[in-house]
């Protein structure tokens, strides 16, 4: 058995998100070998090897060593960077970092595990979470219901932690505005930037610029929301003001993603209807 080294360190790792869910048995499960999101820029994709694709973005832990991780309000996950062969996450308890590497296409060991030194109730579920990343040998990706999961086994086959993709991890980049409340825009010069693993949202409006934060739950699939979004105050025209003030009014309802494509998704309201529809840049589909 391969050995994990623990360092404790009193440095707090800061990484926020959150989400639920189990499978469904009577659903079809479709078994992933590509990448779920393509890289984000031709260097990293010439760079990164796809086995550590794979497993790239924000995993939340909904089982581990045989036992359920509890829903709180901060879930568990791990985060995977496979640019720095790094991973960053919660554990329910403790922030952690370490270690990855992948061989062989599914072949996967963690190393270098670093947490920090908090105690609380949710101790024994870090301790699972701690040992499952001691004795992972392999991990299987799949999709059922249109979420993605991903498994991780000890070197006799046995699943040892079971993960949810996070899914908002699909709007990192940058993307246009193709319809606002179902409207057509024509303006091409509008951009919105969105930054997940910061949890930032940018933009240009065609006349002015906007910042803004952005809001996840764990415990809700396909959830988010923009808020605290400031705009600079140039002085525009009419149609490009009202353009703006219709798109910083769409952006305040969303709540849900729908994703098309790698490169379509619509963004829906509380009540799961369209107030806006983004197709990727051409800056990023042509790298």
């Known amino acids: 058995m391969k050995r994990l080294s623990y360092i404790i360190t009193l440095t707090s790792l800061s990484l926020l998100f959150s989400c639920k869910t189990g499978l469904k048995d009577n659903t079809k499960i479709e078994y992933i070998t590509e990448p779920i999101t393509e890289a984000q820029s031709r260097a990293e994709r010439i760079s990164v090897p796809n086995q550590k694709q794979r497993v790239r973005g924000e995993w939340i832990i909904l089982n581990s060593s045989g036992k359920a991780i509890d829903a709180m309000d901060e879930r568990a996950y791990i985060n995977f960077s496979p640019r720095e062969g790094k991973i960053y996450g919660f554990t329910g308890c403790n922030y952690i970092n370490g270690d990855f590497n992948i061989e062989n296409n599914d072949n996967i060991e963690f190393s270098n595990i670093i947490t920090t030194t908090r105690h609380c109730d949710a101790i024994s579920d870090e301790n699972n979470i701690l040992n499952a990343l001691g004795?992972?040998?392999?991990?299987?990706?799949?999709?059922?219901?249109?979420?993605?999961?991903?498994?991780?086994?000890?070197?006799?086959?046995?699943?040892?932690?079971?993960?949810?993709?996070?899914?908002?991890?699909?709007?990192?980049?940058?993307?246009?505005?193709?319809?606002?409340?179902?409207?057509?825009?024509?303006?091409?010069?509008?951009?919105?930037?969105?930054?997940?693993?910061?949890?930032?949202?940018?933009?240009?409006?065609?006349?002015?610029?906007?910042?803004?934060?952005?809001?996840?739950?764990?415990?809700?699939?396909?959830?988010?929301?923009?808020?605290?979004?400031?705009?600079?105050?140039?002085?525009?025209?009419?149609?490009?003001?009202?353009?703006?003030?219709?798109?910083?009014?769409?952006?305040?309802?969303?709540?849900?993603?729908?994703?098309?494509?790698?490169?379509?998704?619509?963004?829906?309201?509380?009540?799961?209807?369209?107030?806006?529809?983004?197709?990727?840049s051409e800056l990023e589909t042509k790298e």
């Open 135 to 280: 004795t992972a040998s392999k991990f299987i990706i799949y999709k059922k219901s249109d979420l993605y999961f991903m498994d991780l086994e000890d070197a006799a086959g046995k699943r040892i932690m079971h993960t949810k993709r996070h899914n908002a991890d699909v709007l990192t980049g940058v993307w246009k505005i193709n319809t606002i409340h179902g409207k057509n825009v024509s303006n091409q010069e509008i951009d919105l930037v969105i930054d997940i693993p910061e949890l930032k949202l940018y933009g240009n409006l065609g006349c002015n610029r906007l910042n803004g934060t952005i809001g996840l739950d764990r415990n809700k699939d396909w959830f988010i929301q923009f808020y605290s979004i400031t705009s600079t105050n140039n002085n525009c025209n009419d149609t490009a003001l009202n353009l703006e003030r219709d798109l910083l009014i769409a952006l305040e309802e969303v709540e849900y993603i729908d994703r098309k494509d790698h490169n379509n998704v619509r963004l829906l309201d509380k009540d799961k209807k369209e107030v806006l529809s983004l197709k990727r």
